[in-house]
């Protein structure tokens, strides 16, 4: 990147830059999925998360965040006005990850419909019999997770999350993740959007619980069109559900290294991207007029 220096930090689709008490989080085209990091980049895809993530942020603002400033004009230097941060960047506080993913789930879908057709459970939670793929569930289920830096995400027990963190931090995280959930399902479903599921993280700065990373994008949520959902199918999702779909049928065994994205999929990635953006983004201007 121009002038800047190297990340104190690379994720699959994120670079980090820690400036001691604050980072700053640059999203990048890269585009990934069964833990696994692409050769080709998705155009426009990390200035197109960072604008939803912040504009939700901005929505969710009674709720305390780590975001500081999405201005690039803003930041400190060396990185200001940086044109390689420009748009898909934001300033944050730093504080401590708590190493969990909070996964709220309104429909029975994907890793969870797995679960429930061997098990008959979710999140080791009995479910009624005879549900059918992609339903909506009676109330949304909080799903955790175990967040790995390397590796796949482990998915757990409420139950055993409770023992981990103990019972007052389990609460307050499932209460917010359930809440934010339930205010965005609601939002989005009066334009035609269903919020099938989503994840959230959070940290712990001077005691205080905060929403970090990002939030309801199409990488870390799964929205479908009210148009095209279907009980007892998979309906298409308007996010990188493409990508996985794709490489579910392709016949890849999900080693590395990972195969080339053939161009026709990278601008279906980018149309689907650049759809779900215009479609969220009306939602929440609506909101705020």
Not at 160 to 170: A, K, V
């Amino acid at each position: 990147m121009t002038g800047l220096p190297e990340p104190s930090y690379k994720g699959k689709v994120r670079d980090v830059y820690d400036l001691g008490d604050k980072l700053i989080l640059c999203s990048t085209d890269r585009i990934s999925a069964f833990d696994m990091v692409f050769p080709q980049k998705v155009p426009n895809k990390g200035k197109i998360l960072n604008t939803i993530s912040a504009a939700w942020f901005q929505y969710f603002q009674d709720i305390p965040n780590h975001l500081i400033e999405t201005d690039v004009s803003k930041f400190p230097e060396p990185f200001r006005n940086n044109p390689d941060l420009e748009g898909r960047s934001v300033l944050t506080k730093k504080c401590k990850r708590i190493d969990f993913e909070c996964v709220v789930r309104g429909y029975l879908s994907g890793s969870g419909w797995k679960e429930y057709k061997e098990f008959g459970t979710l999140a080791s939670k009995k479910l009624p019999q005879g549900l059918q793929e992609s339903c909506k569930l009676s109330e949304p289920a909080f799903t955790p997770a175990v967040k790995n830096d390397s590796g796949h995400d482990e998915n757990i027990s409420e139950k055993e999350m409770e023992n981990r963190i103990g019972s007052e931090l389990f609460r307050i995280l499932k209460e917010k993740s359930i809440s934010i959930y339930n205010r965005a399902a609601e939002l989005v479903g009066e334009a035609g959007i269903l919020l099938c599921d989503t994840k959230f993280e959070f940290g712990l700065l001077n005691g205080e619980v905060i929403l970090i990373d990002e939030i309801l994008t199409p990488d870390s949520s799964r929205y479908w069109s009210e148009e095209t959902y279907r009980l007892g199918t998979s309906p298409p999702s308007m996010d990188k559900q493409i990508l996985r779909n794709y490489l579910e049928k392709s016949g890849w065994n999900k080693l590395p290294p990972p195969p080339d994205l053939p161009d026709f999929l990278i601008s279906e990635l980018e149309a689907a991207y650049k759809d779900i953006q215009d479609r969220l983004l009306r939602c929440l201007l609506r909101e705020s007029t």
